[in-house]
């Protein structure tokens, strides 16, 4: 499967892209004035392989979920058993991101692909909210800083898993994916990612994730450190950095990437675990970076060394460290915004204005 995606994915359409531009040009305002989403409409018509491309929607959220061996390590004072209960209160419906996928009018799918603890029931009772797919490949991953986190074989799973959750959820519609995640602890291995793809320190690419003291955090900049040292994970070998010091949530959210990717659908990141994520889909397949829109700049730094590293500009800027796919979920109306342009402004021939 892995294989085949990336056989897939393809150049954008540079046909489209050109039409895309000339329409631009013969919109009723002045050039360039939509700034970033003038670029972004053409890119997505590139993706699409046609002008204008279809509006981005309907929007479905995949919210992916692991434990991590590494919290052993104290790199958060959470307990590990936040993230099962986490993943109850998205079924419920009562998380940030449920209110903010309501009001986008996203449904929201919640993945298991490596939680440690017993999950709560499925309230089945309500059957219009989100809904759990189960596709734990292990119960949280290995200490990464004793052991890889993950064998090649678990690694490839939990991308595989990504993909096919990608595709399931285009086969049903929608037209455009969010990535999100939940994973006590996954900040550290987004760190150690980051660092890895990129070259970054482990300082620059380390955050305070759920807002650590300086004691964790400096602890948490070490252990991330210490797992590069002992793994040397090699960027060329994008499965092996995601099984020696990834987490199963990035491997599936690469996975997800990927899969939008081949399906000429585009896909809006969310923060630091997902575009940690979206180099590993890029090592794999330099060509998916055009279906990724980065939704926002995540306040962990590390965010900001992997856009610069995928040549990608976030459309909005908060201050947001939540994850979820709240981010993504805010950013959803720039980029649909940004396709609508395309469909609906008048040229000054059609409206009859006169250009300058």
């Given at each position: 499967m892995l294989e085949s995606t990336l056989a897939a994915i393809r150049p954008l359409d540079e046909a489209a892209m050109a039409a895309a531009r000339e329409l631009q040009g013969r919109l009723t305002k002045p050039a360039g004035s939509l700034g970033a989403l003038e670029p972004l409409s053409v890119r997505l018509a590139g993706l699409a392989g046609t002008c204008p491309p279809p509006l981005p929607e309907p929007a479905a959220v995949a919210i992916f979920a692991g434990d991590h061996g590494v919290h052993a390590q104290g790199v958060t004072p959470w307990p590990q058993e936040v993230t099962a209960q986490m993943i109850g209160n998205f079924l419920a419906g009562g998380a940030v991101v449920n209110a903010f996928a309501r009001q986008a009018g996203a449904s929201v799918t919640v993945v298991d692909v490596g939680v440690a603890t017993p999950l709560p029931a499925d309230p089945a009772a309500n059957p219009a909210g989100p809904r759990l797919v189960a596709a734990n490949v292990r119960p949280g991953t290995r200490d990464l800083t004793v052991t890889a986190a993950l064998t090649r074989d678990e690694a490839r799973a939990a991308l595989e898993t990504g993909i096919r959750v990608a595709g399931d959820l285009v086969d049903a519609g929608a037209g455009i994916l969010l990535t999100g995640d939940m994973g006590i602890g996954n900040t550290t291995p987004a760190a150690a990612l980051i660092a890895a793809f990129t070259g970054a320190d482990p300082a620059a690419a380390t955050g305070r994730g759920t807002g650590v003291d300086?004691?964790?955090?400096?602890?948490?900049?070490?252990?991330?450190?210490?797992?590069?040292?002992?793994?040397?994970?090699?960027?060329?070998?994008?499965?092996?950095?995601?099984?020696?010091?990834?987490?199963?949530?990035?491997?599936?959210?690469?996975?997800?990437?990927?899969?939008?990717?081949?399906?000429?659908?585009?896909?809006?990141?969310?923060?630091?675990?997902?575009?940690?994520?979206?180099?590993?889909?890029?090592?794999?397949?330099?060509?998916?970076?055009?279906?990724?829109?980065?939704?926002?700049?995540?306040?962990?730094?590390?965010?900001?060394?992997?856009?610069?590293?995928?040549?990608?500009?976030?459309?909005?800027?908060?201050?947001?460290?939540?994850?979820?796919?709240?981010?993504?979920?805010?950013?959803?109306?720039?980029?649909?915004?940004?396709?609508?342009?395309?469909?609906?402004?008048?040229?000054?021939?059609?409206?009859?204005?006169?250009?300058?």
């Open positions: 300086d004691e964790t955090y400096d602890r948490k900049v070490g252990v991330v450190r210490a797992a590069l040292d002992r793994h040397a994970p090699d960027p060329a070998d994008p499965l092996g950095v995601l099984a020696a010091v990834g987490g199963l949530e990035h491997a599936a959210l690469a996975g997800l990437i990927l899969g939008a990717a081949a399906r000429r659908v585009p896909v809006l990141l969310d923060g630091v675990i997902a575009v940690s994520a979206a180099l590993a889909a890029a090592a794999f397949a330099p060509e998916a970076v055009g279906a990724m829109v980065a939704g926002h700049r995540s306040a962990e730094p590390g965010a900001t060394a992997a856009l610069r590293h995928l040549g990608l500009d976030p459309l909005i800027d908060l201050g947001l460290r939540l994850g979820e796919g709240t981010g993504a979920l805010l950013a959803l109306p720039v980029v649909t915004g940004a396709v609508r342009v395309l469909h609906e402004v008048a040229t000054f021939d059609s409206a009859g204005v006169a250009e300058k």
